[in-house]
């Protein structure tokens, strides 16, 4: 069963206005304008002081902390932010519809999550009136149709995107809301702080190898695979530069011939087996290998794991050692000043945090669904029933 589609107007209070040249003896008021919010970070960046006597005809709106601010003019440029404390007790311009949630019903995170999808800005958009100066009512805003899940739920999701919008400010090779979902994903639902706090059982990579022989291993020395056996077309043979935080990437793919990828059958790798790279630009970085890649060969600097199917899932212990927790405890074992790489048996005595197998593979299933979402749809997408109440109920 879907949500219900609710108008926003539905969702939020009146707000209380006043004209500041109506009170010449009130003190000097601090005034958000139309170029206050920052459009790109959509937060507010910059305000003015007035005094009362000389306030611009627009200065009517006062506002609270959790106010969102939804500016009616351009709506293509989605001039959104969220009131934060500092701005408790302003006064905004008529040129923003100033949303109040009404707390039982909506939480103000989840509404200024809304209202930075595609869907809210392209219907803003459409309903906009005015060839050079476009623009929106008050009434067109809180007209729109939003979908609302239970208030338990509506703290799941702002749980996540907030944590992918930290994440996303706070490190700079996740260029994407993509891979912020990914790792702010794991953090939420796994309860595991960046500085390596968690309450679940600790195991050794090396306890969660399967007792098979070779389930741990890298691949051959150096001079049994070199870079003269490579050949156009053949068996793959995936390198470090195959290996991202983000996953497996099917780029500059090596390959050799099927004789001498029988002579190394014992390093072969198959959709599923986690890889983890034991030099390169991130030593210590894990990705399981995709369906679509196929099988094929493991060369000396990385390291095909299988791990117990009744304990630990590949996409959860990707996600693991490439946190900060895991990149952590991998990077005191580096060695090598222009070389940095760490060995297979200081990989083996990484710690891992190990919860429950059923909340490992609802993260396997969440991470595919949103690598299956189309760039430019995906923060709308997450809103709709397909994504939360399917993956994440």
């Known amino acids: 069963m879907s949500w219900p589609k609710v108008k926003i107007g539905d969702l939020v209070e009146s707000i209380s206005k006043w004209n500041p040249k109506a009170s010449p003896s009130a003190p000097p008021f601090t005034y958000i ?27 009517r709106q006062l506002v609270q902390e959790n106010d969102v601010l939804v500016s009616t003019v351009r709506p293509n440029l989605n001039g959104v932010a969220m009131i934060g404390p500092e701005y408790d007790g302003a006064t905004a311009s008529t040129g923003y519809c100033v949303l109040r949630p ?19 800005i392209s219907e803003m958009t459409r309903n906009s009136t005015g060839a050079n100066y476009p623009a929106v009512s008050d009434k067109t805003v809180k007209q729109y149709l939003l979908s609302l899940p239970p208030i338990d739920e509506q703290k799941r999701i702002t749980n996540i995107l907030d944590k992918a919008n930290e994440i996303r400010n706070d490190m700079k090779p996740i260029a994407n809301l993509r891979d912020s979902l990914v790792i702010s994903t794991f953090y939420a639902m796994f309860n595991i702080t960046k500085d390596g706090k968690y309450d ?60 001498k990828a029988e002579e190394l059958a014992k390093y072969e790798f198959e959709p599923g087996d986690l890889v983890i790279a034991k030099l390169g630009k991130y030593p210590g970085v894990a990705a399981v290998i995709p369906e679509s890649c196929g099988s094929g060969i493991i060369p000396a600097d990385i390291v095909r794991f299988r791990g117990k199917p009744e304990l630990i899932n590949h996409y959860y212990l990707a996600a693991f050692l490439n946190s900060a927790v895991g990149t ?15 060995n297979l048996t200081a990989l083996r005595e990484i710690q891992i945090a190990v919860p429950p197998l059923e909340l490992q593979e609802e993260f396997e299933r969440i991470v595919n669904h949103v690598k299956a979402i189309p760039s430019g749809q995906l923060l709308s997408n997450l809103f709709s029933k397909s994504i939360y109440q399917e993956i994440l109920i």
């Open 328 to 342: 952590r405890q991998i990077s005191r074992h580096f060695r090598g000043s222009t070389r940095t790489r760490v």
């Open 102 to 120: 009404i707390p039982e019903k909506i939480l103000p995170s989840f509404l200024f999550h809304w209202v930075k999808t595609s869907h809210f």
């Open 200 to 259: 679940w059982p600790s195991y050794t990579l090396n306890e969660l190898v399967l007792p098979v022989k070779g389930s741990m291993r890298d691949g051959p020395f150096g001079s049994n695979l070199k870079s003269s056996d490579f050949v156009e077309h053949g068996v793959k043979v995936i390198r470090t530069q195959n290996l991202k935080k983000t996953g497996y990437v099917d780029q500059n793919v090596a390959y050799i011939s099927s004789e």
């Open 33 to 59: 304008d139309l170029s206050s919010i920052d459009k790109e970070r959509k937060l507010i960046h910059e305000v003015v002081t007035v005094q009362p006597s000389e306030a611009p005809s627009r200065a």
